[in-house]
């Protein structure tokens, strides 16, 4: 009979509606929850076959989408632990702190360390990374179980190892070249003087430090011989204590030329303490080819014009800086910084089919599609913009709206059911 067929239709029409409805309370009420992405709610028709002789009334039904890609407005935040992301993306978080905690997607960065040190977000995700060796760097094999909660908080009371070393200095032009026989290691073994040398604290993986020396000596024009040895020389097992030797190339304007030195005195050093303590590649920061950066050749006294070496005993952590790169450092309370995670972006082929979470996270579906994780700013990914939030997309304004449009339709298939009603009634009247 059609009126019963009408009258289901505006029960869907009074469901439907009220689907729609709780959408808008949704977004209303999430319209200051970071990185929130507000609900549509359309509408489809459930018509049945239009060629029955019977025309049957079919109805309708909501369907609420969220839209995850639209892009929300990036404020500024005065936390420093606080990131959004400019583009597509989501951070990878858990929702625990240990390996067996679930993967889960997020774009709400409102990260701070809870009571253990982890990094967490107000929905309760803890942010995953790749965490970093002595040398900055990381594998990124697309596996999530590489991944590892941010803390840094671990590393207080804890020592790490030179990785750098970097020297302006500049060499006298006018100084007279050595005239003796040079063989190397003359230099750290005290048989000939250096005309200049300048000793740099050196840190091993125990915190302990170590004098090394940088030596010159001029043997002709536009060129030097270097030699880096510690001092004593029993600090390391290279014999004589000598770690580096080589010659040294100047151009004619009295920069570094590089391609005609020995790559010797510019390569990575790994000293082999004799304490036991471990080492990392000691990268040597002696300038580029061409470039003033590093040493030079130049009229004047021979001087040491700046020096920078890290490494040593680590202090209390102080605060955490994330930046624009994804790159996670500890400042601790001496001023020295050390990054620790490098932060990956997620990406989905659709990633408004991602499955919604409590916390304001997304899981994986079939209709988004697996993940990819790579640095953000690579591969299709967004950028992070740290110090900022992502506001929530919902529209205030069109939210009122959709409130009329849903509760006057909800009303109208009210009127369908009242009416049906009464027609009802008149058929049973026929009886009398």
């Given at each position: 009979m059609s009126l019963y067929s009408a009258l289901f239709a505006g029960?869907?029409?009074?469901?439907?509606?009220?689907?729609?409805?709780?959408?808008?309370?949704?977004?209303?009420?999430?319209?200051?929850?970071?990185?929130?992405?507000?609900?549509?709610?359309?509408?489809?028709?459930?018509?049945?076959?239009?060629?029955?002789?019977?025309?049957?009334?079919?109805?309708?039904?909501?369907?609420?989408?969220?839209?995850?890609?639209?892009?929300?407005?990036?404020?500024?935040?005065?936390?420093?632990?606080?990131?959004?992301?400019?583009?597509?993306?989501?951070?990878?978080?858990?929702?625990?702190?240990?390996?067996?905690?679930?993967?889960?997607?997020?774009?709400?960065?409102?990260?701070?360390?809870?009571?253990?040190?982890?990094?967490?977000?107000?929905?309760?995700?803890?942010?995953?990374?790749?965490?970093?060796?002595?040398?900055?760097?990381?594998?990124?094999?697309?596996?999530?179980?590489?991944?590892?909660?941010?803390?840094?908080?671990?590393?207080?009371?804890?020592?790490?190892?030179?990785?750098?070393?970097?020297?302006?200095?500049?060499?006298?032009?006018?100084?007279?070249?050595?005239?003796?026989?040079?063989?190397?290691?003359?230099?750290?073994?005290?048989?000939?003087?250096?005309?200049?040398?300048?000793?740099?604290?050196?840190?091993?993986?125990?915190?302990?430090?170590?004098?090394?020396?940088?030596?010159?000596?001029?043997?002709?024009?536009?060129?030097?011989v270097g030699e880096i040895y510690a001092t004593p020389a029993t600090d390391v097992t290279a014999a004589g204590g000598l770690l580096a030797s080589g010659k040294i190339v100047f151009n004619g304007d009295g920069s570094l030329n590089r391609t005609a030195s020995d790559p010797g005195m510019f390569s990575a050093l790994t000293p082999t303490w004799t304490n036991g303590a471990g080492a990392s590649p000691i990268e040597m920061g002696l300038g580029t080819n061409g470039g003033l950066d590093g040493l030079t050749q130049f009229g004047g006294t021979s001087a040491l014009l700046s020096s920078t070496v890290d490494g040593g005993l680590l202090g209390s952590v102080a605060s955490i800086k994330i930046s624009d790169t994804g790159l996670v450092s500890a400042i601790f309370d001496d001023g020295s910084a050390r990054a620790v995670y490098q932060l990956p972006l997620a990406s989905f082929q659709n990633p408004d089919g991602l499955t919604r979470l409590p916390g304001n996270a997304y899981n994986v579906s079939d209709e988004s599609g697996s993940v990819a994780i790579n640095a953000p700013g690579s591969l299709g990914t967004g950028s992070i913009s740290a110090g900022t939030l992502e506001a929530s997309t919902v529209d205030l304004a069109q939210e009122f709206t959709n409130m009329i449009r849903f509760q006057r339709a909800y009303s109208a298939s009210s009127k369908i059911v009242a009416t049906v009603d009464e027609m009802l009634q008149e058929i049973n009247a026929l009886k009398r």
């Amino acid at each position: 009979m059609s009126l019963y067929s009408a009258l289901f239709a505006g029960v869907s029409g009074l469901n439907a509606q009220a689907t729609a409805m709780a959408s808008v309370a949704d977004n209303i009420t999430n319209i200051n929850t970071v990185g929130y992405k507000s609900a549509d709610a359309q509408f489809r028709t459930m018509v049945p076959d239009g060629n029955s002789p019977q025309y049957s009334a079919g109805g309708v039904a909501a369907v609420t989408h969220s839209l995850v890609s639209k892009q929300g407005v990036l404020t500024a935040s005065s936390s420093t632990t606080d990131i959004g992301i400019e583009g597509s993306g989501f951070f990878v978080t858990r929702d625990s702190s240990g390996p067996a905690g679930n993967i889960a997607y997020t774009r709400a960065g409102s990260f701070t360390p809870d009571n253990e040190g982890y990094l967490k977000n107000s929905g309760g995700y803890y942010l995953q990374g790749w965490p970093l060796d002595a040398q900055g760097a990381y594998a990124n094999t697309g596996n999530l179980n590489t991944l590892s909660p941010v803390r840094v908080s671990q590393l207080t009371g804890t020592a790490a190892a030179t990785s750098k070393l970097q020297m302006r200095a500049n060499l006298d032009s006018t100084a007279a070249a050595f005239t003796g026989t040079y063989v190397a290691g003359n230099m750290a073994s005290g048989t000939v003087a250096p005309q200049f040398s300048r000793p740099v604290d050196i840190a091993d993986a125990q915190g302990g430090t170590h004098a090394v020396t940088v030596a010159f000596l001029k043997t002709g024009p536009n060129a030097w011989v270097g030699e880096i040895y510690a001092t004593p020389a029993t600090d390391v097992t290279a014999a004589g204590g000598l770690l580096a030797s080589g010659k040294i190339v100047f151009n004619g304007d009295g920069s570094l030329n590089r391609t005609a030195s020995d790559p010797g005195m510019f390569s990575a050093l790994t000293p082999t303490w004799t304490n036991g303590a471990g080492a990392s590649p000691i990268e040597m920061g002696l300038g580029t080819n061409g470039g003033l950066d590093g040493l030079t050749q130049f009229g004047g006294t021979s001087a040491l014009l700046s020096s920078t070496v890290d490494g040593g005993l680590l202090g209390s952590v102080a605060s955490i800086k994330i930046s624009d790169t994804g790159l996670v450092s500890a400042i601790f309370d001496d001023g020295s910084a050390r990054a620790v995670y490098q932060l990956p972006l997620a990406s989905f082929q659709n990633p408004d089919g991602l499955t919604r979470l409590p916390g304001n996270a997304y899981n994986v579906s079939d209709e988004s599609g697996s993940v990819a994780i790579n640095a953000p700013g690579s591969l299709g990914t967004g950028s992070i913009s740290a110090g900022t939030l992502e506001a929530s997309t919902v529209d205030l304004a069109q939210e009122f709206t959709n409130m009329i449009r849903f509760q006057r339709a909800y009303s109208a298939s009210s009127k369908i059911v009242a009416t049906v009603d009464e027609m009802l009634q008149e058929i049973n009247a026929l009886k009398r």
